[in-house]
């Protein structure tokens, strides 16, 4: 069975909407926002997608452990058309799969959560209020001084799902997407920080709350990618309803010689 490019947004929702939580990010690629930055890879019910809307590509390779042989032999066919350098999110065990062509670099394990018990969430007041491009310059500020590193892409801002704390005027914590998608009903967070001097005070966690209310009403799942090793942070999501539901490794690929 040979792999072939998808073009069929209607195929994909169909295949990706089998584990929405699992697939909440290929899903929200499928919107206009983010269609003509992908690329999509297929054998048979499995698909890959890789995302050209940054600096390096980024591959996104899920498929839950009865599946993951399907999904190598799609990734081993794949290998010889994708990028000598790029980013990869990947299912457990598939990592050894792209050794075979990548030496893979800065691995970490990242749990995906997603909103499971939204009567916690319910019981955190929520405080916050919306962002947009005006905003851009003191949230990057934000992000250099709390979060640095961290993906922002600043179109995300006109999406209207962004919320700032402020105090005295200043922004002190903000809460973010990646994905917002009202057609495939799936919303990712992201970009969630708090400046360390105003840390331990729930002021993510609040505008987390705020971020949820609003989403909450335009789509069935809410999720999230954490790294395993932020210990409070996913304490943080676990006490705002949201439960591990999958892990995944993100690493840099390089092409073998």
Not at 31 to 51: I, Q
Not at 85 to 114: E, I, K
Not at 154 to 181: C, F, K, N, Q
Not at 187 to 195: D, E, M, P, S
Request: with cysteine; hydrophobic share 45%.
């Amino acid at each position: 069975m040979p792999v072939r490019a998808e073009h069929d947004r209607a195929v994909l929702a169909e295949l990706l909407g089998r584990d929405p939580v699992l697939h909440a990010y290929q899903l929200g690629d499928l919107d206009d926002f983010f269609w003509p930055y992908t690329s999509w890879y297929r054998r048979g019910d499995e698909v890959v997608l890789l995302y050209h809307g940054v600096e390096l590509p980024t591959l996104l390779a899920f498929a839950p452990p009865e599946r993951a042989g399907d999904l190598a032999a799609l990734l081993a066919e794949a290998a010889p058309v994708l990028p000598a350098r790029l980013w990869a999110h990947l299912s457990p065990g598939l990592d050894a799969t792209v050794a075979r062509w990548y030496a893979v670099s800065d691995a970490a394990v990242h749990h995906r959560m997603a909103l499971t018990d939204p009567a916690r969430l319910a019981a955190v007041s929520p405080a916050g209020e919306p962002l947009g491009r005006a905003d851009l310059p003191e949230l990057r500020e934000l992000y250099a001084s709390a979060y640095p590193g961290n993906w922002f892409d600043p179109r995300m801002l006109d999406t209207g799902r962004y919320v700032g704390v402020r105090e005295a005027g200043r922004l002190v914590a903000v809460a973010g997407v990646h994905v917002w998608s009202p057609t495939w009903r799936v919303a990712a967070l992201a970009n969630v920080t708090t400046r360390p001097e105003a840390r331990g005070r729930g002021l993510a966690g609040a505008a987390v709350a705020a971020l949820c209310a609003g989403l909450r009403t335009t789509v069935d799942h809410v999720t999230l990618n954490v790294k395993a090793d932020n210990v409070a942070a996913v304490r943080l999501y676990e006490r705002l309803g949201f439960t591990r539901v999958a892990d995944f490794t993100e690493c840099a690929l390089h092409r073998l010689p």
